[in-house]
């Protein structure tokens, strides 16, 4: 097929609306590698059809997709590999924000001890979520090795504002915080902890709410303020 | 229009450090734009595992081609905005699946010049580009928005607009040129 400059426009345009498929798309690939005069035809209609799609409506992708992202540019940060590999490149970008957010809230940061331990249970790990202007906790939190459930009390929480979700992590003393989901409006909320879990919590004994939106973080990683952080006694 | 302009700065300079493979400016452009590009994936393809699936492999992408970004292939945004776009309709023709079909993918079309897609016209990109589209005939340009936001094959077009496949060829070609035409003005 020869090359017209009519030619090259009209498969140009129609290469990147779409419209264009098959074996001619791949022609036509083909002569884009071989052509930097048709690839600026092709980036003139890049760049004009473009706004067309930089105004539609937004709709965020399920966590899985990020999660998908990281899975198959860096394999080796994935679970197995867990805390280290994650504190050694993305992970530590991550550790600023939270020290930041969690001096500079507004909201003053406290833990107090609140229960006492069932004889013979070890490791038992207590604490409130408090707020410096509410005389009540937020939230009462206990985790027992017996059943292996944290479980998080609310007494003085009130729900997160309009479209948005409270959200429970674990935040290791390495690496990237672990969701423990988002936490439901006003019930008691327990989640069982698998070892991995319990690993981190153990060590760290520190449990962080960000706001996110509605069902959670898009990303598998807080995307929102920070409100709380505490620290847990062991008792 | 400095909001603009000040987002397409930020989204240039993520596009460079991730050029030099820092991921956290990887991870602050997925939070700015994935859900604008998973948007219009999933009102190209319909189908949100598809529609997944092609976000995944346009990050992927930018990821390894950021460097290759420059100003001639327009604002950063299009730019990573046809990326996903390309995956979306590659992925589409693999499958080649619809998730309607006969009168129900009809009646969907019928609907959608109805109301969505002037909908979509009225707020679409610049100024420019919507004057342009409003000097074309009503069927060049619904056949041109057709197969931008819905991906639309020759054939499927002939059948959503009741008319030969031809006819349609000719629309979209006539309607390009004279849209290239008034762009260029």
Redesign the interface.
Known sequence: MKRTPERI??LA??Y????L??AARRRFERWMMESVRIR?EV??W?????????????????A???A??ER???PQVDKAGGAEAANE??GR?FWPSWSILATAAALVLAVVLLQHPEPGVDDHLSGAIVQADVTDPLWLVSQSVLDRQLKLRPVAATAAQQGKDYELWIVPEDGQPLSLGVIPVGDTYRVTLDDEARKLLSNSRTLAISLEPVGGS??G?P?GPILHVAKLYRL | MSDIDSEQDELMGLLMAIAHED??AF?RL??RI???????C??LASQRDL??EA??DA??QI?HNAGEYHN????P???M??IA??RT?DIM?NRKSRPTSGDAHLERVADEREGPLDE?LR????AE?RGCLDELSETQRDS??L???R????DE?SEALSSPIGTVKSW??RG??A??RC?ER
Do not use: C, D, N
């Open positions: 426009e009209a345009a129609e990147v609306l779409g419209s498929h098959g600026q980036w003139f890049e760049e004009k059809l473009g706004h067309l799609g930089t105004r539609i409506e937004e709709e965020q992708p399920p899985s997709v990020w998908g992202i198959r540019l860096w490149g993305a970008w898009p990303t990683q995307t | 991921r956290q991870q997925y939070q994935s859900g604008r590009m998973f948007g219009l999933l009102k529609a997944e976000v995944q990050f992927v990821w001639e292939r327009g604002a945004l299009s730019w905005l046809t776009r390309y309709l023709r979509s707020i679409a990109g610049s580009l041109i928005l197969s931008y936001y991906g639309f094959t020759h077009l979209i070609r390009l040129m849209l290239k762009l």
